[in-house]
């Protein structure tokens, strides 16, 4: 059974940073897309960033990023701890939402392709 925990949410100032992790487990990680999506309330869910795990092996931390967060955000993996990460640095109100981290076989862009999700944690950042 494959099981994705987020944590590191919160609250912040804009222009602030928060870490977001996600414990993973019951998966072969090299076998494996792994990223971030965020949904607002009222707006569909969205990309944060994309990353194949064990892409570039033990620390990986290339990937690929949604427009809106591209040079703020950096997601990368820690394989020998199966978990993934999101540094979010210089963050805006618009990145106010809920965080999820998930998984399937390959990065595709829509959320609709990942078969695993988290239960999500919450980004909130005042102006």
């Known amino acids: 059974q494959v099981q994705l925990v987020e944590s590191g949410g919160g609250s912040v100032q804009a222009g602030g940073s928060l870490r977001l992790s996600c414990a993973a487990s019951?998966?072969?990680?090299?076998?494996?897309?792994m990223g971030w999506f965020r949904q607002a309330p009222g707006k569909e869910r969205e990309r944060v960033a994309t990353?194949?795990?064990?892409?570039?092996?033990?620390?990986?931390?290339?990937?690929h990023y949604g427009d809106s967060v591209k040079g703020r955000f950096t997601i990368s993996q820690h394989s020998a701890k199966n978990t993934l990460y999101l540094q979010m640095d210089a963050l805006k109100p618009e990145d106010t939402a809920m965080y999820y981290c998930?998984?399937?076989?390959?990065?595709?862009?829509?959320?609709?392709?990942?078969?695993?999700w988290g239960q999500g944690t919450q980004v909130t950042v005042s102006s």
């Open positions: 998930a998984a399937g076989p390959v990065c595709y862009m829509t959320w609709h392709n990942y078969d695993y």
């Open positions: 019951g998966y072969t990680a090299s076998m494996y897309c």
């Open positions: 990353i194949y795990t064990g892409q570039t092996g033990i620390g990986n931390n290339s990937g």
